[in-house]
């Protein structure tokens, strides 16, 4: 009988120590930092600018800097990865030179699918990717076209307002 209660407290414990072990395990795990990779996982500016170079899509600020509290500067921090990664889907798909004049600096209209909340980036006015967008896509209006993929491209006159709901097909690195 005292090896019965010998083996459920060796038993016991083992569970017990297993336990505290599993709790101790996952707490780390979950106070890590997030490692989100889906479609609203946000961009450090550096990261998104790489990625943008990468694929040949300039970047220009106005005030020459990317903090993204100061509206002269042009920043990508916290923007959304498939906004990047539409970036790139566009560059490959109309073989336009791009060039980034807007991102996620304050100064921009609010909203859901805002510039603040990493959905758009304005990129320079060219005759390429005027053609592309105007012959490619639907008008909806308003100097609007929408992409068969649902992104939304606004021509505010000097430059391009784009909105990205998704990363448009995904080309030349994307995922997808």
Not at 6 to 13: D, I, N, Q, T, Y
Not at 42 to 59: E, F, P
Not at 125 to 130: A, D, E, K, Y
């Amino acid at each position: 009988m005292n090896r019965k209660i010998a083996l459920r407290a060796a038993v016991g414990g083992s569970a017990m120590a297993l336990a505290i072990f599993s709790t101790a395990y996952v707490a780390d795990a979950t106070t890590a930092e997030p490692k989100d990779t889906g479609a609203l996982a946000k961009m450090s500016h550096s990261a998104a600018a790489k990625k943008l170079g990468d694929a040949g899509i300039g970047i220009t600020s106005s005030g020459g800097c990317s903090d993204r509290n100061n509206s002269s500067c042009t920043s990508l921090d916290q923007v959304n990865s498939e906004t990047i990664d539409g970036a790139v889907t566009l560059k490959g798909a109309s073989k336009c030179d791009l060039t980034v004049t807007g991102g996620t600096e304050t100064g921009h209209a609010s909203g859901t699918y805002s510039h603040w909340n990493g959905y758009k980036l304005d990129f320079h006015m060219t005759s390429c990717l005027t053609n592309y967008v105007k012959n490619t896509f639907t008008s909806i209006g308003g100097n609007k076209w929408k992409s068969g993929s649902g992104n939304i491209y606004f021509d505010e006159g000097n430059h391009w307002d784009v909105t990205f709901h998704n990363c448009g097909g995904c080309l030349d690195g994307g995922k997808g």
